[in-house]
């Protein structure tokens, strides 16, 4: 068994066995929504910082790098775009609309994506999930949170609000929350300046990852609701069509055409295909939208994605 096939493992030990612990830890009331929270922010802050400095350390630096920005942008928006066009706007109720434009934006790419690009090309295939999805975050505050707010106020029938845009945009950024960019950035300096990592740090990074991995999948187990689900199954299946098919086409068309590294390409397919991420469901409770619809969406996706998508994946680009 090769090492890639070895690292399989790890959809069932670090994605599937941590989503069971956190539902199951929340059925028997073994930990509450407090503390679910502090190990969210605990993975956010902490794991997923030193985890992207470690990565980009050792990152190859070439010109395929400038087009990461671009996919970046177009693996939130292109979705986004054609979720709104084709489903969404036919949808009456604006907390529905917005909650679906969420989910179609916004995809598991930098904890999901980046098991998946580690199992198959190690460091570096999770230097790239962490690169482009750091893209994914900015929209996150530009685009995806005004058009949440925008939906919330419709429907509630209020006028634009007049603020403070300055201020928005600090509160928005300057948060611990984006200290992962700071990991990023401190990581491509040491490796432009050609400070080499030491040896000791592989095995923290591998390490790392594990425990990355559990730090995030257990609180979105401890969010999961089957009873939601069930009632909005129908309602998400163009969001599936969506995800598993349309999205995967155009990128390996356009990946295919503009990335010449392999790694580089077959991870932006990967990424193509991740399901609805968990900042879909905290951004419509945030903004009190459809949090049902949301949900949903992130608990069938997700799991076609780990026991059919990713594997059909792996065994095509290993």
């Not at 997923?48 to 400038?66: D, E, G, K, Y």
Request: proline residues 4%.
């Amino acid at each position: 068994m090769d090492a890639a096939t070895l690292r399989l493992l790890f959809v069932v030990t670090d994605l599937i066995a941590p989503l069971v612990a956190g539902y199951v830890l929340k059925q028997r009331h073994l930990i509450t929504q407090r503390t679910n929270d502090r190990l969210i922010k605990c993975n956010i802050i902490i794991v997923n910082t030193i985890l992207a400095l470690l990565s980009f350390w050792v990152l190859p630096l070439t010109w395929s790098l400038l087009l990461l920005p671009l996919f970046g942008f177009y693996l939130v928006l292109f979705p986004g775009f054609v979720g709104y066009l084709l489903f969404a706007r036919r949808l009456t109720d604006d907390l529905d609309r917005g909650a679906y434009v969420a989910s179609a934006m916004l995809a598991n790419l930098g904890t999901l994506g980046g098991v998946c690009a580690f199992i198959l090309y190690n460091e570096e295939g999770f230097a790239y999930t962490q690169l482009i999805g750091a893209f994914q975050n900015v929209l996150l505050c530009l685009v995806v949170f005004p058009y949440a707010r925008f939906c919330q106020r419709k429907a509630a029938g209020l006028a634009a609000e007049h603020r403070n845009r300055l201020r928005d945009l600090r509160d928005m950024f300057l948060t611990p929350n984006q200290m992962c960019l700071v990991g990023m950035i401190l990581g491509l300096v040491l490796n432009a300046c050609g400070v080499a990592r030491p040896a000791v740090l592989g095995p923290v990074f591998q390490s790392l990852v594990h425990i990355g991995a559990w730090s995030a999948m257990l609180p979105v187990g401890f969010l999961l609701s089957f009873g939601a689900a069930r009632r909005n199954l129908g309602r998400i299946r163009s969001l599936t069509f969506l995800r598993f098919v349309l999205m995967p086409v155009v990128t390996y068309l356009i990946a295919r055409a503009l990335v010449a590294d392999p790694v580089l390409r077959h991870t932006i397919i990967i990424l193509s295909c991740c399901p609805t991420a968990i900042n879909a469901v905290l951004s419509t409770r945030l903004y009190k939208l459809n949090v049902d619809l949301a949900a949903t969406s992130f608990l069938v996706t997700t799991a076609a994605y780990l026991v059919v998508i990713f594997p059909v994946l792996f065994f095509l680009m290993k």
